[in-house]
Each structure stands twice: as structure tokens, then as C-alpha cells.
């Protein structure tokens, strides 16, 4: 499957940047897990570094609201 996807190029579940548009992209599978909808296991969902870094500041800033929902651009 992940060879099917690099084949038509994918991008961020969160941005939606390609991979060209971004340095890095991960790829990982929805695990069971409590808050995950049954219809995104065992599914790929991808996940780029800007992303990860925007969303990891937010975690650690505690100055940055929790209502902060924004994807950066």
C-alpha cells in the first residue's frame, strides 16, 4: 500500500503540503486507541515536520492557548 501512495506522491493529513512543499513526511497506522475513530485503523495517515513542530509548541509553550487549533501555513 505504502508503495501505491509514493507512486501517486501523498501529503500531510494535517496541512495537506505535499512532499515536495515540506522537509520531511511520516508515515504512520492508526493503532486501536481511545480516541481514534474505528474507521481510521489500519489506515496510513502522514504527518510533516512542520506539523510535528507546530503542535509539539504547542504542548510545551504554556503561554501558546489550548484553544489554538490553527495549522500553520
Same mark, same amino acid.
Given at each position: #500500500?505504502? +508503495?501505491? #501512495?509514493?507512486? &501517486?506522491?501523498? *501529503? @500531510? *493529513? ?6 515536495? =512543499?515540506?522537509?520531511?513526511?511520516? !508515515?504512520? !497506522? $492508526?493503532?486501536? +486507541? /481511545?480516541?481514534? /475513530?474505528? &474507521? #481510521? ?6 504527518? @510533516?515536520? =512542520?506539523?510535528? %513542530?507546530?503542535? &509539539?509548541?504547542?504542548?510545551? *509553550? $504554556? %503561554?501558546? *492557548? &489550548?484553544?489554538? +487549533? +490553527?495549522? $500553520?501555513?
Amino acid at each position: #500500500m505504502i +508503495a501505491k #501512495m509514493k507512486a &501517486r506522491g501523498f *501529503s @500531510c *493529513s494535517f496541512c495537506g503540503r505535499s512532499k515536495g =512543499e515540506v522537509a520531511n513526511i511520516i !508515515t504512520g !497506522t $492508526p493503532q486501536r +486507541a /481511545p480516541g481514534v /475513530p474505528k &474507521r #481510521m485503523i489500519g489506515k496510513s495517515a502522514f504527518i @510533516c515536520n =512542520e506539523c510535528i %513542530e507546530h503542535y &509539539r509548541q504547542l504542548v510545551i *509553550s $504554556p %503561554e501558546v *492557548s &489550548r484553544n489554538s +487549533a +490553527a495549522v $500553520p501555513k
